[in-house]
């Protein structure tokens, strides 16, 4: 059911999203000892900003992103980058063998000067994607939907991202029916995550004022991509 094209489109993406991902030696740095909430939230910050130049190489090998308009491509990026980066690390805390790095990074989260309020629903979600047990095909594929996303602020060419977003949509649907067969409603599932991503998304805005109104600096990628400072 899932045609040849399909196939190599799924698995152009998937190698792409499994080939670029937050450098060992930087991930590693969670391990270290200093847990002060200023130590805490410099860790992020370095984090974050090496998940985004990480996330910035993926969104390069989504075939027909590179054709779209200069313009509305950094409008893609910046629209889903906190989404791209809350699903991308949903894999962290979701991971069957934890690599160690998931306690700690919990707990630097936790620890970061970011609000309770924010707090719960950020930890429900990362469980709510575990439950999903989604195969690393399908975490690829739902990213790439996330940033091929047309309603973006500032997209000017909505149909020419409708229709690379619709091409994934489609593999995606057929990719859940053939994974998940005794769970038709799986698909569904899948894309009633996208709309707590949106949600988190608005918390995230309100997370980066709070940080900023006790003075805690971000990097120039971040500022660019978040429009901060
Ligand atoms: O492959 C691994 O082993 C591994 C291990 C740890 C790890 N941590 C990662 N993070 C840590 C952090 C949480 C997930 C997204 C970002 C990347 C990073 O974001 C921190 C962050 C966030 C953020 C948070 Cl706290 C949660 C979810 C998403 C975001 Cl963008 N917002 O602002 C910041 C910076 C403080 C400015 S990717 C990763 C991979």
Redesign the pocket.
Known sequence: EITKEQQALMKIITDAYNRH??PQDV?KK?LQDQYSAEEN?LL??E??TS?VQVLVEFTKNIPGFLSLDREDQIALLKGSA?EA??L??AQ?FNRKTP?G?TEV?EER?RK?G?SEEFITP?FNFYKSIGELHMVQEEQALLTTVTILTPDRPYVKDQQAVERLQETILDVLRKLCVLQHPQEPQYFARLLGRLTELRTLSHY?TE??AS?RMNDHK?TPL?CEIWDVQ
Request: charged share 5%.
């Open positions: 991902q937050i991930a969670l939230f992020l910050t984090m974050a998940q906190v980066m809350f991308r690390s962290v690599s790095h990074l989260i970061s970011i950020m995230h997370m980066l940080w971000f971040l």
